[in-house]
């Protein structure tokens, strides 16, 4: 989560600084840009199942959240899927 934007991701759970640096990575829009070698073990996904997902992480940015995303975090928090919250 990165403020009032999300992205869906496949892989293992990041750590910290690659969720920041995915985040930041990520949030510019680079039209047929390549892969970037240090996030290999992830890929954007554009649709997926809520009930497929696994794990958040919320990196600091100077929006708000959503009502939309607040709605999402809490269904995931519900099902017991512990958040990273690194905005702290």
Excluded: Y
């Excluded at 750590?15 to 970037?36: F, L």
């Excluded at 708000?64 to 919250?85: F, P, T, Y």
């Amino acid at each position: 989560m990165h403020g009032d934007n999300h992205f869906i991701l496949s892989g293992p759970a990041p750590d910290e600084a690659s969720a920041v640096a995915m985040a930041r990575h990520w949030s510019i829009i680079q039209i047929g840009g390549e892969k970037t070698a240090r996030f290999e073990k992830w890929e954007i996904r554009t649709k997926e199942f809520r009930e497929n997902l696994e794990w958040v992480v919320i990196v600091p940015c100077e929006s708000e959240i959503s009502a939309g995303v607040l709605k999402l975090l809490a269904e995931i928090s519900a099902r017991g899927i512990q958040i990273l919250d690194c905005r702290k």
